[in-house]
């Protein structure tokens, strides 16, 4: 299967600094899709954002962006002020067509840590 | 909405038993699969389907089945449990896989840690 890349396996920053979490993938496919879910000490997977690979514009929400390298193939995430409720595994997705029926390829996770 | 829900939220079992994880979501939704997450590693797939009757392997299939025979369950079972299948499993649904167009973010359910001893 083509890699989705998380090499950050740890990160750990002191709240209010900025921090980037890379995701690099690997595909064949043309038409794909990228995600990025949140997952607190709860252990419940939270939904961030989905974007396609014809879409190359930065995202912004409110102290969270995205940017999207296609010519890298890297979706990395800033949260931007961390907070300590930042702190989670972060975990990045893409989607994989398998025989017309398209599935996700999963990274391995960066726990992120905001210190107070 | 409840949403996507799992039972049991924990569960202990010895090696050779067999038990069965049960996902249900009413979102009407056709797509459900079953993951699991092991330290490290991400999620993994274990089967998935497309829609009631239709079940697929996913990477990790081996010791467990599944059957859709409506759109809001989708049991995973496991036949002999081992060890090795001490992991936090995770069902997730979303509208459809079937086209690239129409993939949806999926939504998943809280999770089921299984210990096997």
């Known amino acids: ?116 | 909405n409840a949403g996507v829900t799992q039972t049991p939220k924990f569960q202990v079992l010895k090696t050779g038993q067999s038990m069965t994880l049960q996902c249900a979501q009413d979102m009407n939704h056709e797509y459900m699969s079953w993951y699991r997450q092991d330290p490290g590693m991400g999620l993994r797939l274990i089967h998935y389907s497309v829609g009631a009757g239709i079940t697929d392997q996913g990477e990790v299939p081996n010791g467990y089945n599944v059957s859709r025979s409506t759109t809001e369950d989708f049991p995973l079972r496991l036949l002999s449990a081992a060890p090795s299948q001490t992991s936090v499993y995770f069902c997730a649904s979303s509208y459809s896989s079937l086209s690239v167009f129409s993939y949806n973010e999926q939504f998943f359910g809280p999770g089921t840690r299984l210990t096997v001893l």
Do not use: H, M
Request: hydrophobic share 35%.
């Open chain 1, 1 to 116: 299967a083509q890699k989705v890349t998380q090499a950050q396996t740890e990160i750990s920053v002191v709240e209010k600094e900025d921090v980037t979490l890379d995701c690099v993938y690997e595909t064949r496919d043309t038409t794909y899709y990228l995600f990025w879910y949140k997952q607190p000490p709860s252990g419940e997977l939270v939904f961030l954002i989905r974007r396609n690979s014809f879409d190359e514009q930065n995202e912004i929400s409110g102290r969270y962006s995205w940017n999207f390298q296609k010519s890298t193939s890297s979706f990395n995430f800033t949260i931007t002020a961390s907070q300590v409720v930042d702190s989670a595994v972060y975990f990045c997705a893409r989607s994989e067509d398998k025989d017309s029926n398209y599935q996700l390829i999963w990274g391995a996770g960066t726990k992120l840590i905001i210190k107070p």
